[in-house]
């Protein structure tokens, strides 16, 4: 690497911290660069005090938080900012060519990171090698009469399992970039993002993505991932990449965008990325999403269309309520602030107190209730007795997608008693959530407990409690009415109230 890359600033102004000692679990003591700018993700710390090198700026909210602005490249720790000048170049080249030759042709900016989808056989270990430009040769299905599509990647293709939400941000950072500097003639014909992912943590990622892009992305993001690899005898990365692209290129056709996971073959489709869980380990419909309806239904071909009902009743929300349609990204570092406690029988109340006095960063705490949103009452107090002291908030969640929180047993109205706030989103989508209100928030608990159960910043929320009059797959011309149990929709105030 050379001396003046500011990702090797970033690195060094972490590890080089006075204050800063590599934890034994890290390899060549946090060096995660080494000198030809290859990439360890095993030696990476996201708890190191790294220094950005980009702008910044405060909220004040969180007087106390230093946010990167996530239109700088300079703020990019992995991926290299001469690459993704270099992706701009190639897609204004072809949005220029598509102009003169007056074509309806669209281009897709692709971004590879690894994972399953990527994967081919070496010593008799699976491993990341595929680029993206490989993955389209592989999809074939005339894409490449439709598309003009040019590709970056991680600067070391990773297993799924080492993905942190740190890389994650830098893929922000460069999108954000690329639309801020992209020209309008670009724009015109540009249809999005599609992200190559590792499997286990793509519902995770494109969820922690989603939140940082915020309410208000201008902009498409499908990320796609596959179960098996290009070297199985059956596999479904081909048919999940031309789906993706596909799926990116009806909505542009009709002038929506969407954030979206694209799995399950032939008889999958497009999940909303808060409301995707992974089901199985095997099977090509591998993925599910017990409360949000798909975005694009595949099976039958397609003919439910788009279906895009956050954006609908959030665009309404826009016009009756004002709410603030900037694209202000919030970029998130590090891990996500809160204590995830799941008991079972046998569970102590005294370990799970003990972890929470340990944690001297997490602003909440969820607890995982038994299914009629009850937990067994010395656990419960314990929690809360240490949740108090540490000045956390506590969430509680039915084990059940969709779970009610108002069962009859005593216990459970102890649960409601006690203080404990009802959350409705799945586990991933709460983790992002407490991460992007606890940055914005700071300490004030009050405000942070709002937002996570009054706010709906990107169709996280149960879609029961604010879609009530949406019905099945169908689109309707008649705007939406219907009373919400949401009293906030889109991203809080709090958000582009920077400090002068």
Known sequence: MESGDTRLATMKSGIENADYKPQPWLENEGVYFDEDGNFNPNAYDPDAPYEPQGNTYKLESNPEKIHEDPFDLDNLRFIDKIRVQNLLLKLEGHAAEIADAGSDRQIIAMIGTGGTIAMTMIDGELKPTLEPKALLDYAGGNLSRKFDVSSTEYPTPIDSSEQEVDYEADMVIAMSWIWKEMTAQCKKVFSGFAVSHGTDTLGAGATAVTNMLGPNCPFTVGFVGAQKTTEDDFDDVGVNVKNTLETMGKLKAKDKVSRFVYMGGT?????????????DDRKVDAFGSPLHAKVMNASNFALGGIVDRFGRRYAETLDREG???DFQPIILRGYSPIIDITPKLGSSPAACYEEIMRNDTAKAVLLTTFGSYTANTKMRKAIQLAAAEKGMIVLGANPFPGGSSDH????????RDSGAHPV????DATSMKVFVGGDVFGQNREALARFLTENNLIGEQNPESWMVEAVGDQTRDKKDVSKSQMPRFGAPDAMFKKVA
């Open 424 to 427: 409705s989103t799945l586990p």
């Open 408 to 415: 009859k047993y005593g216990p459970a109205k102890a649960m």
């Open 267 to 279: 008889e999958g489709g497009a999940f909303h990325p808060a409301g995707v869980q992974k089901k």
């Open 323 to 325: 709410a603030n349609a």
